[in-house]
């Protein structure tokens, strides 16, 4: 199955103690889509300015990404700035244009509108349930957002959680959005809201599961080189989703291995600046980070 | 096999956001025996003042903790006042006093000796010294430390390191010890000072364990009543040692099974203040909790 994607496609300037960066292909959109196609086809609703080049569509085309969605708007494209210490866990940003996207609003091909995967990026939840309300019945809707919205735009995050079934966001922002410092209680305040699955995303300590079926963790795998944290959520989401589209099954069991196959992903992302590390990445190198997760939590049961 | 722990048996006073208790029974030695005692023998070094009354003494004999080297001094027992925030991650000391545990010297009855399995609890690493010292020929030494003695006795302490088979220390206490933020490289610089095997607890986020045979990740157990984090990690390092001992096997698969014991004994700890939810806690309990753990991590390999 093909995944809708509705999102950002930006550029951005990074810096972290390893180097830097200077607009560089980024957005959420951007890394989710390049993420998932390794999996299945991906179908991606964004704006960019009238400065997008030509390079980046043709990389995201050669990953068989369909960008008949791909709005191009007078102006200039999303630009985010922002530094990381070296801790990496929080990006500090310095600046942001949204410039184009600030008008955003998502606009879907006919063919799109009967996905049956969707993926709502970090986006304004009205603009999440303006994909919604133009969307004929996915088998799944997954979504993303952040404290800003959390804040800002409750009321309209809350509406769209209803029709999610799969809500993947961090830590602090679980406990925000329940308004609980425990996390298991706030996940099960969340999983009343609407979504059936909750992904707490805890950066370099891994995920953590939540639904019907139990709890499930899932660790970060420990690399000696973290060059760049960006997109790895993102990242993470496309593994996950376009694992499930791939499958197309949405068991408890298939959801776990998911996980893992976002696990990995997002590993490899933040390995390089940008997508970089993406761009040469092989199955058979995903295959074998899959079975490197397997090592790291396997363990006997009791006799 | 019995483990011979050397550490401090305390009173302390604790704060947390759940509620607040007095004088109870705390100190490493005492968290980590009496979780031991699970799984096996116990020999106990420690020195508390002629305060100590006989109740705490009654209940450690009655999980078959050898007392022997117990010592009484004139003057009060080890006291510590702490609090924790909501997020219960870190102890804000507030009060220490050390008392009799100033003038304090390990010395182990004749036959504490012949140990096979040794735990070093944070104490001074020049006392730690002073026990390997006593030991014959241990088949196993394990050991914990802190920022406190890796900043103010590193001399010593890398001494004791040469002689120690598995390090337990926190995420900070191994960037600090290595001198280096990424914690697979700081595991591995950490690995060239004599353990073989490197445990680092990262509280709610779990465990990870790095060793030539590779790394090892448990999550922690996601807890809907964490009442007080005091002693978590000794009576992590006494599930831990205490498989070890129990089963006389150090193979890798022995570790990671150990790992497991270890998380679920912290995860007891944590339900209640000081050592009550380990008073009534049975074998079934435990066991029940070790399935949890694996249900918390599983998942289906590549087909």
């Known amino acids: 199955m093909d995944i809708l994607v509705v999102g950002s496609v930006a550029f951005d300037t990074v810096e972290t103690p390893f180097g830097q960066v200077e607009d560089v292909l980024g957005g959420s959109a951007t890394f989710f889509s390049t993420s998932a196609s390794f999996m299945t086809g991906v179908q991606l609703v964004a704006v960019v300015g009238e400065d997008f080049p030509e390079e980046p569509k043709g990389f995201l085309k050669s990953r068989g990404i369909d960008l008949a969605g791909l709005q ?18 929080e990006a500090h940003t310095l600046e942001t244009h949204l ?24 986006i304004d939840p009205e603009l999440q349930l303006e994909v919604l309300a133009q969307v004929d019945k996915p088998r799944l809707v997954a979504c993303d957002t952040m404290n800003f919205w959390i804040d800002g735009k409750r009321d309209a995050l809350i509406k769209t959680l209803k029709r999610v079934d799969i809500l993947l966001i961090n830590e602090a922002e679980t406990r925000q959005l329940a308004n609980e410092a425990n996390l298991v209680k706030a996940a099960r305040t969340i999983l009343d809201m609407g979504p059936s699955t909750l992904v707490v995303k805890r950066g370099e300590y891994g995920v953590l599961v939540f639904s019907a079926q139990g709890v499930f963790s899932a660790p970060a795998y420990p690399l000696e080189e973290v060059f760049d944290p960006t997109g ?9 989703v376009g694992y499930l589209a791939s499958t197309d099954n949405l068991s408890d069991s298939s959801i776990r291995k998911a996980t893992v196959f976002g696990s990995v992903m997002a590993s490899f992302t933040v390995e390089d600046f940008s997508l970089n590390r993406l761009r040469d990445l092989t199955w058979t190198e995903i295959e074998a980070r899959f079975r490197k997760f397997q090592a790291l939590t396997q363990f006997e049961g009791l006799s």
């Open 99 to 122: 410039n184009v996207f600030e008008s955003f609003h998502p606009k879907l091909p006919e063919v799109f509108c009967s996905a049956q995967y969707v993926f709502l990026a970090n």
């Open 232 to 240: 790895a959520g993102d990242t993470f989401a496309g593994g996950f």
């Open 72 to 89: 191009t708007r007078p102006g200039e494209t999303f630009r985010w700035k922002g530094r990381y210490g070296y801790d990496l866990n």
